[in-house]
């Protein structure tokens, strides 16, 4: 992860894109101060779902199923470009979350191959008390405007 807890000064900033993006200092500068504030705002949500058991990626799988409006479950294959991961990386987080009891995986009655991916009572009931905590880290972290 990226995370920079000074930033370069803008002497050094402005040497740089001198030689490689002239006239670009000062959005090198901002990007770079976006990228200082939203690491840190990773860092802390990290944080938080460790304290709930909770990686972001087994915590967003959780969220791609949880949004569906018409079914109340996901495949695998569609799990992997939604949250554009790779398949194996998909299958140690989903295999964690089928062990916690977080997630029900069934194989698909008309393809045997497909696996169907579904929340359980306890994942919703996780969901539902780690979201207050979620959405106020999201809006009371500063400067991410």
Excluded at 38 to 58: M, T
């Amino acid at each position: 992860m990226f995370f920079l807890k000074e930033l370069p000064t803008q002497a050094m900033i402005t040497r740089y894109s001198d030689e490689f993006c002239p006239d670009q200092s000062q959005k090198i500068a901002q990007r770079l101060e976006g990228l200082r504030e939203y690491s840190s705002l990773i860092r802390k949500l990290d944080d938080y779902f460790a304290s709930h058991g909770l990686s972001q990626l087994r915590f967003l799988i959780l969220m791609a199923i949880d949004r569906e409006l018409d079914r109340e479950w996901l495949y695998a294959s569609e799990l992997v470009s939604r949250l554009d991961v790779s398949k194996p990386v998909l299958s140690r987080a989903v295999k964690k979350l089928v062990e916690d009891a977080l997630l029900c995986a069934t194989k698909d009655e008309d393809d045997g191959r497909a696996v169907t991916l579904a929340l359980t009572k306890k994942s919703e009931v996780l969901l539902k008390s780690i979201l207050s905590g979620y959405f106020d880290i999201l809006t009371t972290s500063p400067n991410l405007e």
